[in-house]
């Protein structure tokens, strides 16, 4: 049975629970619940700390887990990311009072409060700057205030939490992050791992796209073909009518309204839209 790690708390786990759900696994109905066996898809669920799944993983506890790219890289396991998962994005950044600290090389000798000590050592170490690295757990936008350190690395959103404790940030973006699906380095590739694999993909995919039907005159069906191409190729089918024909074509759901004008412009008619609530690609 496939062990799965899942976050029980903080901005991934409801996400996560989300997509597994939509994937055609079965979730826990009560946050107290901490371990779920579905017996039907042969997988286990395992509720923990997002910053501990990678670590769980890594050692081999659990088979796969969903986490942060910043849990991943942080926690120095032996867990690889083995796709993104398109939720939980955020950006880490270094941070300080205005006319101190600018760069990067600005930071040397200097002390950096965190609660992502080994990702902040290693982006340090990988650019050659000496400086204390201060780790502490929860926010850091004190530090600088509290007088432990001069300039604090973090994750970065709107920037508002920051700018209140007369912080701004500076240089490049330390790390990207997303919520990513992770398993042990080295381990032999799982047949279970590769089916929840495609199950997300399906999900994400579903998210993204819809579906596209539409009747186009003959003399047309190219110029409308060229306008929704599809995944590999659109479906066109007769109709009664031999001059139209009936099209399908998975389109871009962002897209959606620019295309059915362009569609309607060129001549098509009965232009539908329905959404995808799985695929296989």
């Not at 997509?19 to 579905?38: N, P, S």
């Not at 690395?153 to 990513?180: H, K, M, N, W, Y």
């Not at 190219?222 to 998975?250: F, H, Y």
């Amino acid at each position: 049975m496939l062990r799965i790690a899942v976050p029980n708390k903080g901005s991934l786990a409801e996400p996560a629970a989300e997509m597994l759900k939509e994937a055609g696994y079965r979730t826990r109905r009560d946050a107290k619940e901490l371990v779920i066996t579905d017996e039907a898809n042969g997988v286990e669920l395992f509720y923990l700390r997002p910053r501990d799944i990678a670590v769980y993983v890594g050692s081999g506890t659990v088979d796969c887990g969903i986490t942060g790219r910043d849990l991943l890289l942080d926690s120095g396991s032996a867990a690889l990311e083995l796709m993104t998962l398109g939720f939980g994005g955020s950006t880490f950044r270094y941070a300080a009072r205005p006319g101190t600290v600018a760069t990067l090389a600005d930071i040397e000798g200097h002390r950096v409060a965190t609660s992502y000590a080994v990702l902040v050592e290693k982006h340090l170490a990988d650019h050659g700057v000496s400086a204390q690295v201060v780790r502490l757990d929860g926010a850091v936008e004190t530090a600088i205030t509290l007088g432990v350190a001069d300039v604090i690395a973090d994750v970065v959103e709107t920037g508002a939490t920051l700018r209140s404790q007369g912080l701004e940030v500076f240089g490049e973006p330390i790390l990207r992050s997303e919520a990513v699906l992770v398993r042990r380095a080295g381990s032999e590739e799982q047949a279970g791992i590769e089916v929840l694999r495609r199950r997300l993909l399906g999900v994400i995919t579903a998210r993204h796209y819809v579906m596209l039907d539409y009747d186009v005159p003959v003399e047309h069906v190219d110029a409308a073909c060229a306008i929704t191409p599809g995944l590999e190729s659109p479906t066109v089918s007769p109709l009664q009518n031999k001059d139209w024909v009936a099209v399908r074509a998975m389109v871009p759901r962002s897209g959606t309204n620019r295309v059915m004008d362009e569609l309607y412009e060129l001549g098509a008619r009965a232009i539908l839209v329905t959404d995808i609530a799985a695929c296989r690609l």
